[in-house]
């Protein structure tokens, strides 16, 4: 049910005798009692009360004086009701550990560290309903710099040619509420620490970065690379990467259930080719999962392409793919893929370069 929503519920008692029984109803919510119109009789009426999250209604009926009634046994229910009017729809943050500055002293220069971010959206379509989006992101990245007096930390992203600044106190203030006020909410364990972006209540992103080794990490999977016209990259297993994951659940006009839903995967790949730096980049609107998928760049509208990227042979550096298609296995997750891939770069020039290989990106 919807908050807001006018509710019927009823027994629907038949019999000579029906009319004659009296049944003792409660309806309790997080906040209490919900008020309701039918005590004492198999049929009840409520309007289902405002929430901020998805939280549930307890309903209990009891029969009065059952003894001489057959069949019948107390019953005990649980609804979800829906919150229809926020932009968010992220559960709350676990805040067993929240604290009100973190120890960045535990990033030590060196080490390396996983950070899995989500951002949660719910927007409204014209025809009335609303979708549902989570935008995952899971990254390496290793520690070059910390102050714990700003308190600050500055790291190396895979694949990114420039140093990345985090300040804590600026984390996601970019993210605007439209309801309600921003603030953040910090929590730390042993081996994790996350930054999160509420607006009032309500979950708008969050950002868990957890340590992976004390020491540099260059090795999550492995990569094999084949050109036609160029030389091979042999597997290597000196590869990190990137994988973004955005799903979009298109919810029911005036209701909670999903009548219609998508995701799209976006991979980055950084390994070293001839001695310099090599990023394939893989953009598809299919979920990790999906078994030959498609990577045509059709009409060039970029919605699903392949692209590499290297310094050493610039002709083909930079280009989007013309026709590809990339083998997912279906026991991939969005933080571990393993897929096979052909595709091919147009060149002006020259015959279309044909680029065939596999990888395996493993950040879970």
């Known amino acids: 049910m919807n908050e807001c929503e006018e509710v019927t519920l009823s027994l629907n008692t038949t019999g000579n005798n029906a009319k004659n029984l009296t049944f003792t109803w409660t309806v309790r919510g997080v906040n209490g009692d919900v008020p309701f119109t039918g005590q004492g009789s198999d ?17 209990s009926v009891k029969l009065e004086d059952s003894s001489n009634v057959i ?9 979800s009701v829906a919150d ?3 932009n968010i729809i ?3 943050p676990n805040t067993g550990n929240v604290v009100e500055a973190l120890d960045l002293s535990v990033l030590t220069f060196g080490s390396t560290w996983t950070e899995t971010a989500h951002q949660y959206i719910k927007t409204q379509r014209d025809d009335g309903g609303f979708n549902n989006i989570v935008v995952k992101l899971t990254r390496p990245m290793d520690i070059v ?4 007096n700003d308190p600050a930390f500055t790291a190396r992203v895979c694949g990114e040619q420039q140093n990345s600044s985090v300040k804590i106190a600026e984390f996601y203030t970019d993210i605007d509420c439209t309801e309600g006020t921003g603030s953040t909410v910090l929590t730390q364990n042993e081996n994790s620490f996350t930054i999160t972006r509420m607006c009032d209540e309500n979950v708008a992103a969050t950002s868990t970065f957890k340590h992976v080794s ?18 091979e990259l042999s597997e290597t297993a000196q590869v990190c990467g990137i994988i973004a994951t955005t799903t979009v659940e298109a919810l029911e006009i005036g209701g909670t259930n999903v009548v219609d839903s998508a995701t799209a995967t976006t991979l980055r790949l950084a390994s070293e080719y001839e001695g310099s730096p090599l990023l394939l980049k893989f953009v598809m609107d299919d979920a990790p999962d999906s078994p030959f998928a498609s990577i045509s760049n059709v009409h060039g509208l970029d919605q699903k392409y392949a ?3 290297t310094p050493v042979f610039p002709e083909i ?6 026709w590809g298609t990339i083998d997912l296995s279906r026991d991939n997750t969005d933080t571990h893929i393993k897929a096979g891939f052909d595709f091919t770069l147009p060149l002006g020039t020259f015959k279309d370069e044909e680029v065939t290989g596999s990888f395996e990106l493993k950040l879970d």
Do not use: C, H, R
């Not at 049929?43 to 309903?59: D, G, N, R, W």
């Not at 069949?71 to 609804?79: E, R």
């Not at 710099?145 to 714990?148: A, C, G, S």
């Open 43 to 59: 049929t009840i009426k409520f309007t289902a009360p405002e929430v901020s999250q998805q939280p549930s209604l307890s309903i």
């Open 71 to 79: 069949g019948f046994v107390d019953q005990f229910s649980s609804v």
């Open 84 to 86: 229809t009017d926020t």
């Open 90 to 92: 992220a559960p709350q």
């Open 145 to 148: 710099n910390v102050d714990q």
């Open 214 to 231: 004390d020491t540099q990490k260059d090795s999550f999977g492995q990569l094999s690379v084949n050109f036609t016209n160029y030389p």
């Open 307 to 309: 692209q590499l990227s």
């Open 317 to 322: 550096s930079g280009l989007k793919n013309s």
